[in-house]
């Protein structure tokens, strides 16, 4: 299988590069097909421009897009791996979905109704946040988060979400913890 990963975290000693790594190692050992798109390395430029907004309905891309949909359309299946930054996904992520999500790509609409255009492909997501659990569910941000990403944005697209994980307290993490959330990692892998 064909499986795209794409990454944004600026520190390469992060519990989340660490995640990337797994992932990748994990694949490469069942011989499948991984690419990597590490969106601070690219300096993915986030922000959705004008040009970008006019260019969408008529079907113009950007060279840089273009690219990046290339990916997304060879891949089986992507998963998406970023911290949860003031209770959403960074926003060098969110440009990325802004920008290569595009309509007539990523989505349309058929006669008044929306069509998520990436069907067949599956997709894992993996965050990491600094509030525990117990915290955003005594909220409702666990909930929110997972509407805001899941249905938002990942399955109105079409995607199949395999696992979504939420790693929390990652900010003062133990080591048994994070051989726990590998363990868990590397298990949704291996079962798909």
Request: hydrophobic content about 35%.
């Amino acid at each position: 299988m064909k499986h795209l990963i794409v990454y944004a975290h600026p520190n390469q000693e992060s519990l989340n590069n660490l995640f990337k790594h797994t992932v990748e190692k994990i694949l490469q050992q069942q011989n499948h097909e991984v690419i990597v798109r590490d969106l601070y390395q690219l300096n993915f430029d986030p922000v959705f421009s004008y040009e970008d907004i006019s260019g969408q309905r008529k079907g113009i891309v950007a060279d840089d897009i273009t690219k990046e949909q290339e990916f997304i359309s060879w891949a089986d299946t992507i998963t998406f791996i970023y911290p949860i930054w003031w209770t959403g996904m960074p926003a060098i992520m969110k440009g990325y979905i802004d920008r290569v999500f595009s309509y007539g790509f990523a989505y349309r609409y058929d006669q008044g109704g929306q069509k998520g255009l990436l069907t067949g492909k599956s997709t894992y997501i993996i965050n990491s946040h600094g509030k525990s659990k117990s915290e955003y569910a005594a909220i409702g941000m666990d909930q929110a988060l997972k509407l805001t990403s899941d249905r938002g944005i990942y399955t109105y697209c079409g995607l199949d979400i395999k696992r979504h994980f939420f790693f929390d307290r990652a900010d003062r993490v133990s080591l048994e913890d994070v051989e726990y959330w590998l363990s868990e990692i590397s298990n949704a892998y291996l079962q798909s």
